[in-house]
């Protein structure tokens, strides 16, 4: 079973976390997900995201011309 914890932090200038998780989550394996705002007027390039290179090593992805 899964379970769901959400937690409001900062992020600091050198892009960290630091968060203390309650001691009824036990210790494992955990998935993170960072949602954070951006100002409506940046501009993010798609080469910079995340996204942009994850299929890159996959043979069964490519795209033949």
Known sequence: MKACY?????ITANHQ????LPD?????RAKIKVIYE?????KIKFE??????????R??????Y
Do not use: R, Y
């Open 17 to 20: 976390l630091h968060i203390q």
């Open 38 to 42: 951006v100002a409506e007027n940046t």
């Open 6 to 10: 959400e937690i409001e932090t900062d």
């Open 59 to 64: 043979s069964d992805m490519t795209v033949k």
């Open 48 to 57: 910079d995201t995340p996204s942009f290179n994850m299929w890159k090593d």
């Open 24 to 28: 009824s989550i036990p210790q494992g």
